[in-house]
């Protein structure tokens, strides 16, 4: 494993490490769980040469109901202790399944939901170690010139893989981002760049500090679901999740999906989504709601088996939808 | 049935507590005064041509004390197999060539690991790229580049053995990628196919899947002032290891010693000499410091072997009642750079599979090809997991084709006690084989939840059974060939046994002194162990070819019988009685019959220091792993004794599979291993449930996803072992058929439970669902893939 | 760049200088001499350098030790306490939960950090916990065996010597082991009799 030589910067506010960040632009990082950061750090891929821990920063870390009805979410609050939040599990299943399913239970307990929503994207031939980097020219990630999985473009499409953010995106939360002009929300769809190269479209010395979920509308619901190889420690190779409210009738008013693991962002499925709208629950295995997820992922790179990723897609947008709509039904009877 | 009063107990380890408190060493644990941290610089290229290699720079660099190359090893070639027919092939550093990604070019010491990687970056390689080959059958094309130009045949190191190179001879220049073929043919091949009543062929393709272990390879070597090289190393077998380093560096063997480490798992990866074993020692010598190299996860999994890509092919003849008359089978490996254990594999893909089925003919060819892929070796089972799984699934094909009950056939063409082996002349002196299938079978409820090709419901879940059997050595003629044992008694009637076992997680030090207990007649507890040192314990065979307990512990009892007989001699003298009047347990030695009538074991002890001219009792034992055997086995025609005892295993798995997704859950392996007697009930036990899940493992997830001869998954995040989750419920039984030739009956345990599991999964999959899988892993697209293919795939369309 | 770190290690407090890339891992095994957590794949994957910091198992590999400074770490080291097996040490000791020892002290450390903070975990909650951890050779049968007993041993519980006595084997959780629920079998035969 390579290692870089590295400053380490501790500020005990937000301000000084906002202040750390602008002074350093490119060359820093916020450093959180370290999980993502450190494996970076080892591999010999991570550009920055500041690090500025948020260990030290106190806050940001509770998890609390809002006025509204809604969650907030420190964004520096582990993977699990979100997980384990019985304000999350009754508020927002979804979030809790997805934060229950990233990494394994070690790193569940460094990461946190921020760094996981400020995951980098993954490819093969960048995360990987200097030596085995060294068989070919670097690529585009890697700061040279080519990409090795999409040379027809030769444009970057380095996967995203985080858990939460499709839960997050579902369910429509916003992130609170503090920076040298001050504080903004946006919503997270809203972070994400879609390059692969920079996946994130927040500024370079902005910091992500809190997680705004909505208070839930009536007969609503939402479902996590991922599909790795393994049933921990793995990257998922598709999470879908699904926030679905019902009409007054128990048909499908409206739906929002997000899926990770298929593109350089996580990304929304409106074709699908404006399909269910209006219409039933689906049932199990409803074919034609598959085909039309297998279709709207747009092209795959990355993957091994691209008709079996896109099959999944189809299974796992009927079956999260469905589970919401199920958790709609509960909550709008209860 | 026995009355044992150690052995056939399930008592917890010896090493158990080292182990759960952390004081257990493993070889990068080690930490010695002024210790440099060696890194090794490979090859990042397939196949190139080396023009040059300046390691000024790196020499220059502040805190490094040492530079290797391959003009420090010019002139020397390493390989398991190292005979006039298959020369040994593999430089320890690049002299003008390397052959694969991971190829070694250069070595560097520095104080610390930081550093010595800083040096590896300032060494300068100019390399001239060559056309590389990728695939066995590529490497077979007449056109493909030539993986090594020549042989060198002009000596092989196991001459001090009888085994004679061929001093005159020059590099033979090489035509072809071939780098073994085992040949053998016996039977009248034409009247078995011609007669018979039904004839089919399969092919079968193995992905190749990785050792593992979660100890990544590491060594300490240090100088002694007289010229003496010292060494911690991650090994399976510490004899083999002194011999191949002293002949690799010139040494006298009494100049190199390996000291005790436990080992963090091998399962077959740790038996080769390594370069940056070579590495430590050279670099240690060079820096007159100690050097630990421990290498990354990555240089583990990809440059230390791996198991092999293998293609099957199976043709078969039966008569009408499913009787073997004749078959014909074709194995090609891939074996990477260099030759590894090709040689090996080849053979021992035809001597692991001859002992499950009677085969009245049959033609064999195995054939092990070069190509710029990682060198490939020994994997638990060598072999037998990639023969087994095409075998067993073409009989379970064969079955369906007959109509005949998959068990039933297995049954009918099983081997008994008392068959001789073609070709090698090995006697089944003990065979269990029918009884595993059938316990196998009955406690894995075949009858009841066999589908019987009924695949026409609905549901998306559906289950299957499916069955497998397998054999393996226990033990077979390979330097050091034998082993010998000490037992030293002290004052009080204990003992410490010193035996040169490699405790590696097979609970080698837990059985030899169980052994030894139960033969001296004490308690486990006054039995304390010295292993795994080359100055301290007289040879061992070592943990490999499932020797360990067969051959080390046959020693064992015999050192310990020693004792006993020294210490009955000693006793009748003192009481005045013939020793075959006596007994010896619970360290005492008594009068049969007159129990108030004896001595301790201490008490004899003192008298025989007084009595016989000091004499502190002290037994000696050995043993040879197959007593008439020559040197080796032929592995070009298996002519030769291969072992003396085979295990058995069957194997049945139940599985569920969603016919949605594709993915395949094992809800259950029943495992009824033939290991003669289980020493250690629970350390049995542990072995089969080891073996299970990393031939789960090997069959539903685990590939090593090589792409033009690089490693794209060289982590443990993107090879994927089995975790918690992936947990089946394991039934795992034991069959006792009393070994003759075994310590108390037992034989190998080891190795042989991983080989039936990848055709009873194939075969469960089957029945659960109608789809064939003829390669390995068994991966949910695949299973998707083959369902479309029937149309019996995804959920219905809407009513 | 280096940094001065104060490290609280089995109840013992350190003073060390340190490069900030180093990771807790390296510190522990190079500076401190604890040797017993093991770098098994340096990248968080195999659970084997797992340390409880703060009393919660996280990978060693992966957390700088910079970023551990202040804070109390526990290793396998510290587990066992005046000589006596903490009740997870002596539970994997009975059960063969050991074999090659290597992922034995990441796993030691997460069953104690599990249990610590639910006592009584369920089945799908110890497969779950553990599920970082990595075994290449226990098949993770027997581990959770052990888990098991040190559950009931913990709670006040008979543990499995008290089946042993009674004749039977040491093997407390077939029941449990075989989800299909048949009744298990006898595990050996005789052949040939």
């Known amino acids: 494993m390579t290692t870089i030589q590295i400053e380490y910067h501790a500020p005990t506010t937000l301000a000084q490490a906002v202040a750390l960040l602008a002074e350093h632009g490119a060359a820093a990082a916020p450093l959180a769980g370290g999980t993502d950061l450190v494996p970076a750090l080892k591999y010999g891929v991570l550009r920055a040469r500041h690090l500025v821990s948020l260990a030290r920063i106190p806050g940001y870390r509770d998890i609390a109901t809002t006025a509204e009805g809604g969650l907030a979410i420190g964004a520096f609050a582990t993977l699990a202790d979100v997980a384990r939040s019985p304000l999350v599990r009754e508020g927002c299943p979804a979030l809790a399944e997805a934060a229950a399913q990233a990494g394994s239970p070690l790193l569940r307990n460094r990461g946190t939901i921020g760094g996981n929503v400020c995951l980098d994207t993954r490819c093969w031939y960048y995360n990987q170690t200097e030596a085995w980097r060294a068989s070919r020219e670097r690529c585009q990630k890697a700061s040279g010139e080519r990409c090795y999985v999409n040379p027809k473009q030769n444009v970057c499409v380095a996967l995203f893989s985080a858990d939460t953010p499709a839960a997050l995106i579902a369910v429509g939360a916003r992130a609170t981002l503090a920076g040298p002009a001050g504080e903004r929300t946006v919503p997270v769809e809203a972070l994400y760049s879609g390059d692969g190269l920079r996946p994130l479209a927040k500024g370079e010395a902005e910091i992500l500090t809190g997680l705004v979920l909505p208070a839930p509308p009536g007969r609503s619901g939402a479902a996590y679901l991922k599909h790795s190889a393994r049933e921990s420690i793995d990257f998922p190779l598709l999470g879908v999740a699904a926030a679905v409210v019902l009409s007054p009738g128990g048909t499908i008013a409206s739906a929002r999906l997000a899926v990770t693991g298929v593109r350089s962002a996580p990304c929304r499925l409106p074709e699908v989504e404006a399909a269910l709208a209006g219409r039933q629950i689906p049932a199990e295995g409803d074919r034609e709601l598959g085909r039309l997820t297998a279709r709207s992922l747009g092209a795959l790179f990355l993957t091994e088996a691209v008709p079996h990723k896109r099959h999944l897609a189809g299974l796992m947008v009927v079956e999260a939808v469905t589970r919401a709509a199920r958790q709609a039904q509960g909550r709008s009877t209860s | ?799 | 760049m280096k940094h001065l770190i104060q490290l609280t290690v089995n109840g013992q407090t350190h003073d060390l200088v340190t490069r900030a890339e180093r990771t807790l891992l390296d510190v522990l095994r190079e500076d401190l001499g604890l040797t017993g957590s093991k770098r098994g794949c340096d990248l968080g994957a195999c659970g084997a350098c797992a340390v409880l910091l703060d009393g919660r198992p996280i990978s060693s590999c992966l957390t700088l030790a910079v970023e551990a400074s202040g804070r109390e770490i526990v290793t396998v080291e510290g587990l066992a306490q005046g000589g006596a097996l903490h009740v997870v040490q002596e539970a994997f000791v009975e059960h063969g939960a050991v074999q090659c020892g290597f992922c034995t002290p990441g796993m030691v450390i997460a069953v104690k950090g599990l249990l610590d903070e639910r006592p009584h975990p369920e089945d799908a909650e110890i497969l779950e916990a553990l599920s970082g951890n990595l075994c290449r050779c226990t098949g993770y049968v027997k581990i959770l065996d052990a888990v098991r007993t040190a559950i009931r041993r913990m709670s006040g519980g008979r543990g499995c010597e008290a089946l042993a006595a009674d004749g039977s084997d040491l093997r407390p959780s077939q029941a449990t082991r075989d989800r299909s629920g048949l009744a298990a079998p006898a595990t050996t035969r005789e052949s040939r009799a």
């Open chain 2, 1 to 799: 049935m026995s009355d044992y009063a150690v052995v056939g107990k399930p008592l917890p380890r010896v090493d158990a507590r080292d182990k759960v408190t952390g004081a257990a060493s493993y070889s990068a644990d080690v930490r010695l005064p002024g210790m440099l941290r060696g890194k090794v610089l490979r090859s990042p290229w397939p196949h190139a041509r080396i023009l040059h290699v300046d390691t000024s720079r790196a020499e220059r660099l502040k805190g490094v004390h040492a530079v290797v190359t391959g003009r420090d090893t010019a002139g020397l070639r390493v390989a398991f197999v190292d005979t006039p027919r298959y020369p040994a092939d593999e430089p320890p550093f690049a002299l003008d060539r390397v052959r694969y990604i991971g190829d070694e070019i250069a070595a560097v010491a520095a104080v610390d690991g930081e550093t010595a990687e800083e040096a590896l970056r300032l060494i300068r390689v100019d390399h001239e790229d060559l056309p590389a080959v990728f695939t066995a059958s590529g490497a077979l094309n007449p056109d493909a580049p030539l993986v090594h130009e020549f042989d060198y045949p002009g000596k092989t190191i196991w001459e001090d053995w009888g085994a004679r190179g061929r001093p005159e001879s020059e590099p033979v220049p090489r035509t072809d990628n071939i780098a073994a073929r085992t040949y053998v043919e016996f039977g009248d091949l034409d009247a078995g196919f011609g007669g018979a009543h039904h004839v089919r062929e399969d092919r079968f393709d193995v992905a190749p899947v990785a050792h593992a272990p979660l100890e990544p390879h590491a060594a300490v070597a240090f100088w002694d002032q007289g010229g003496k090289l010292n060494m911690h190393v991650s090994s399976m077998g510490i004899f083999y290891k002194r011999f191949v380093l002293s002949k690799a560096l010139g040494l006298p063997i009494s100049h190199v010693r390996i000291h005790k480490s436990y080992v963090g798992g091998a399962f077959g990866g740790k038996i080769d000499v390594f370069p940056y074993e070579i590495a430590a020692a050279l670099l240690s010598r060079k820096s007159g410091r100690p050097v630990l190299v421990e290498l990354s996860r990555e240089e583990s999994l990809t440059t230390t072997r791996m198991d092999f890509q293998a293609s099957v092919r199976v043709k078969t003849g039966v008569d009408r009642n499913g009787i073997i008359a004749a078959q014909d089978i074709q194995v090609v490996v891939d074996t990477g750079a260099y030759r590894g254990t090709g040689p090996v594999v080849v053979f021992l893909c035809y001597s692991y599979n001859i002992p499950v089925y009677r085969v009245p003919a049959l033609r064999y060819e195995g054939l092990a090809v070069y190509t710029n892929n990682p060198v490939k070796g020994p994997k638990r089972g060598h072999g037998a997991p990639f023969i087994r799984f095409a075998v067993d699934s073409h009989m379970d094909m064969l079955a369906e084709d007959l109509g005949i009950d998959m068990v039933e056939l297995m049954r009918r063409n099983a081997r008994d006690q008392g068959e001789v082996m073609p070709t090698s002349g090995d006697v089944l002196r003990s065979c269990g084989l029918k009884d595993s299938i059938e316990a196998a079978a009955r406690d894995g409820g075949w009858e009841a939840k066999r589908r019987r090709s009924v695949w026409t419901g609905s549901e998306r879940f559906k289950r299957g059974v499916g069955l497998s059997a397998c054999s393996m050595f226990s033990g077979s003629p390979y330097y050091p060939f034998a082993s010998a044992a000490v037992l030293k008694l002290a004052d009080d009637g204990g003992a410490t046994l010193f035996a040169g076992t490699v405790e590696m997680g097979q609970g080698s030090e837990t059985t030899l002194s169980q052994i030894a207990a139960e033969e001296l007649g004490v308690p486990l507890s006054d039995i304390r162990i010295v292993s795994g040192d080359t100055e301290l314990t007289p040879i061992e065979f070592g943990s490999f070819l499932s020797g360990g307990a067969f051959v080390t512990g046959k020693a064992v009892r015999l050192a310990a019988e020693d004792a006993r007989r020294q210490l009955l001699e000693m006793a009748a003298r003192l009481l005045e009685v013939d020793a075959r009047d006596l007994e010896a347990r619970d360290k005492r030695v008594s009068v049969k019959g007159a129990a108030h009538r004896s001595l301790s074991y201490g008490e004899i002890i003192a008298a025989s220091v007084k009595q016989a001219n000091g004499d502190p009792i002290i037994g000696k034992g050995y043993h040879k792993s197959v007593p008439d055997a020559g040197l080796h086995p032929s592995l070009s025609t298996a002519k030769g004794r291969w072992t003396e005892a085979y295990g058995f295993a069957s194997q049945l798995a139940e599985v569920e599979v969603d016919t949605w997704t594709g993915r395949v859950r094992v809800l259950r392996v029943v495992t009824y291993h033939d290991c003669g007697f289980p020493l250690n009930p629970q350390i049995v036990e542990g072995q089969i449930e080891g073996c299970v899940s990393m031939a789960l493992g090997q069959t539903l997830q685990e590939r090593v996803d090589l792409r033009e001869g690089q490693v794209f998954n060289p982590d443990f995040l993107t090879y994927r072992m089995p975790i918690t989750h992936d947990t089946p419920a394991m039934v795992s039984g034991m069959i006792h058929s009393h070994e003759p030739h075994g310590p108390f009956g037992a034989k190998e345990v080891g190795e042989g439970a991983v080989s039936g599991v990848m055709a009873a999964v194939a075969n469960a999959v089957y029945d659960a669902v109608g789809a064939r899988i003829t390669s390995l892993p068994i991966t949910p697209a695949k299973i998707l893939a083959a369902l479309a293919a029937a149309g019996r795939d995804g959920p219905r369309e809407r009513e």
